[in-house]
Every structure is written in C-alpha cells, then in structure tokens.
C-alpha cells in the first residue's frame, strides 16, 4: 500500500508523556503502604512484590507479569491486588519490553480505579491513562498527517 512508517516520533511521544508523568508524579499523594500489609521481612505480600521489582530489574517482564498475576489472584480486593494491577500496567507499558502494549496497561490502570478505588495508587493511574490516551491520540494524529503526505504526492 505506502511505505512503511519509520516510528522515529514513537520514541519521542513517549519520552513527552514520561515528562508530563513525572512533573505530575511530584503533584500526586505519595504510595503509602497499607496498614495491614506493613514492608517487613516477615510480610509475605511484601516478598512477592519485591520479587516483581527484582524481576523486572532483571528485564524479565513476563515473569513479573506472572508473578503479578498470581499476587492479584490472591488478592482481588485488597491489598497488594492494588500494587499488583499497578504493576501490570507499568509492565505492559515499559518501554523496553518487547510485548508492550498501550492498550492493555490502559486497561489495568483503568480497572484499578474501578476495583480499588480506595488505594493510594488510584490518582497515579489516572495520571497514567490520561498520558497514554494523549500518547494514543498524538499516535493517531500522526498517522493521519503520514495519509495527508500520500495523498499530495499523487
């Protein structure tokens, strides 16, 4: 059909919303950490997301993603299920994971204002669906400017 896009603005729409993410990180509540689930050796829910954190350290996305899975299994509505949807999102949306997808950790993010819209968290993934919706739709923008282009050079 066209020639195939060389995705060079990808890199730099991201880059925009992670700068819009951090000015507005510095405005949200900052993570608290439940009451019942204090960060202590002996806390198991607090074990398993630090094995998320280790893993994604180590650029294993689909073992932290399995990992967060399990945690939210266990957990469905309450803490750290909250965390563990967080952290699906983040790794759907990492930019060096190569089955990222923008769609998917909007969803996350979104479910997790439904599910738990008591956490602490629920701020810092609206702020999250709000970059990727403008990421989605600076995406589509250029899209439609690259089918403008074609349609002028016939």
């Not at 983040?90 to 060096?96: C, D, E, F, G, N």
């Not at 968290?121 to 589509?140: H, M, N």
């Amino acid at each position: 059909m066209g020639r195939k896009r060389s995705g060079k603005r990808q890199h730099l729409y991201l880059t925009v919303a992670c700068l819009i993410l951090v000015i507005a990180a510095g405005c949200a509540p900052v993570r608290v950490q439940a009451p019942e689930c204090p960060k202590c050796p002996e806390c198991p829910k607090s074990d398993s997301l630090m094995r998320v954190e280790s893993l994604l350290s180590k650029g294993n996305f689909e073992g932290a993603m399995k990992k967060s899975q399990d945690i939210l299994a266990r957990s469905p509505k309450t803490p750290p299920g909250d965390e563990a949807l967080m952290d699906m999102g983040l790794i759907s949306a990492h930019y060096a994971n190569p089955k990222k997808d923008y769609k998917k950790a909007m969803s996350y993010f979104m479910r997790m204002e439904r599910e738990f819209p008591q956490s602490p968290l629920v701020e810092e993934a609206k702020i999250w669906v709000g970059v990727l919706q403008a990421f989605e739709k600076a995406k589509q923008v250029d899209i439609e400017i690259e089918e403008m282009k074609k349609g002028l050079g016939k």
